[in-house]
C-alpha cells in the first residue's frame, strides 16, 4: 500500500500506537529510492518556519537571503506531525496540495518527486492534536500497521540493535520512479469501474451514520490509487477488486461521523477502526461490475 501511494504521486499517513514501526517503515520506503530524505520530529514549540524556512539578514550581501527548511527534500518524513500545533500542520497544506510553498510572498517549487510521510499516534493518547478534516484530505491513504504476529515478533527482538530503516538499501533510481509513476496514468479504468467507485463515494454522503462524506479529492485519489495498484500487480487495466482493496484505505480517514454513531470518536484507535467498517459496509451493498 505505500508503494501504491508512491506511485500514485500522493502523500501517507500512517496511523498506529507507539513501538510497531511507523517509523521504520517510512524510512525504509524513503531510503529505498534515490532521492533527498529529511526526518522532522514534530513537538508542540515548532513553528512554521521550522518546516518551511526563513529569511535571514545577510550581513556579508547585505541582503536577506532564505533558508530553506527539511520540506524542501524528496521525501519528508513528518514523525509524530499531531503532536505539534494546528498552525505548524497548516504549514504543509501547500506544500501537499500544489508542491510549492509560499514564504514572505515569494512562492516556491518543491522537487519531483515530492511525498510526505507522516506518522501518528492516536489522537486519544495524551499530548495528541487531531489533524483537522482539510489536512487529513490531502493524504492519499492512511495506514495501520497493528501489532506483528509471534513469529514476526520473535525475529524482531533477536534481531541486532539498531536503526533497521537506515540499512534498506535503494533499489529504485529517480528515472526509473519517474518512468513508473508516468505508467500509472496510462491504466485503463472502464467506466463501470468509474461509476463503481462513484456509488461507493456518494454512498457515504448519504449514509445514516456520517455526516461529512467523501469529497471530490477522495474521488480523485480513489481513482489514482486504483490505477497505482494495477500497476503494482502488472496489469495495464483497472479490476474492481482494486477499488474494493483500496476503498477501505483511501476514504475511511475523509470521512466524519454523526455524534450518535459507534465511530463518533473516529480520529482514535478505535474510531479508525470503525470508520474503515463502515466503507467496507458500503462496498458490501454496491453491487460489483461485471
Not at 479504468?189 to 456518494?202: H, K, N, Q, S, T
Request: charged share 20%; hydrophobic share 40%.
Amino acid at each position: 500500500m505505500a508503494l501504491v501511494c508512491l506511485l500514485a504521486r500522493g502523500h501517507l499517513l500512517i496511523e498506529d500506537v507507539p513501538g510497531v514501526g511507523k517509523t521504520t517503515l517510512a524510512q525504509s520506503l524513503a531510503r529505498a529510492v534515490d532521492g533527498s530524505f529529511h526526518r522532522l520530529q514534530f513537538t508542540s514549540d515548532m513553528l512554521p518556519s521550522d518546516v518551511l524556512g526563513v529569511t535571514v539578514w545577510n550581513a556579508r550581501t547585505e541582503e536577506f537571503e532564505f533558508k530553506p527548511g527539511p520540506v524542501f527534500a524528496n521525501f519528508l518524513l513528518a514523525d509524530e506531525i499531531n503532536r505539534t500545533t494546528p498552525k505548524t500542520q497548516s504549514a504543509l497544506l501547500e506544500a501537499m496540495n500544489e508542491q510549492q510553498v509560499t514564504v514572505d510572498g515569494r512562492t516556491l517549487p518543491l522537487p519531483e518527486p515530492f511525498m510526505v510521510i507522516a506518522t501518528q499516534n492516536p489522537s486519544d493518547h495524551h499530548g495528541a492534536y487531531p489533524l483537522p478534516e482539510s489536512q487529513l484530505d490531502r493524504f492519499l491513504m492512511r495506514l495501520r500497521i497493528g501489532y506483528p504476529d509471534l513469529e514476526s515478533e520473535r525475529q524482531i527482538i533477536s534481531q541486532p540493535g539498531g536503526h533497521h530503516g537506515e540499512t534498506t538499501p535503494c533499489v529504485l533510481h529517480g528515472h526509473d520512479l519517474a518512468r513508473l509513476q508516468a505508467s500509472v496514468t496510462a491504466v485503463n479504468v472502464d467506466r463501470a469501474i468509474v461509476d463503481y467507485m462513484l456509488a461507493v463515494v456518494e454512498r457515504t454522503r448519504t449514509h445514516e451514520n456520517l455526516i461529512l462524506g467523501v469529497s471530490p479529492r477522495g474521488s480523485q485519489a480513489l481513482f489514482r490509487a486504483t490505477q497505482a495498484h494495477a500497476v503494482l500487480c502488472g496489469r495495464n487495466y483497472a479490476l474492481p477488486d482494486d477499488v474494493k482493496i483500496l476503498a477501505p484505505k483511501v476514504l475511511a480517514h475523509r470521512v466524519v461521523a454523526a455524534s450518535r454513531s459507534p465511530m463518533a470518536n473516529r480520529r482514535g484507535a478505535f474510531g479508525a477502526v470503525a470508520s474503515e467498517r463502515v466503507i467496507e459496509e458500503i462496498l458490501s451493498q454496491i453491487d460489483v461490475p461485471l
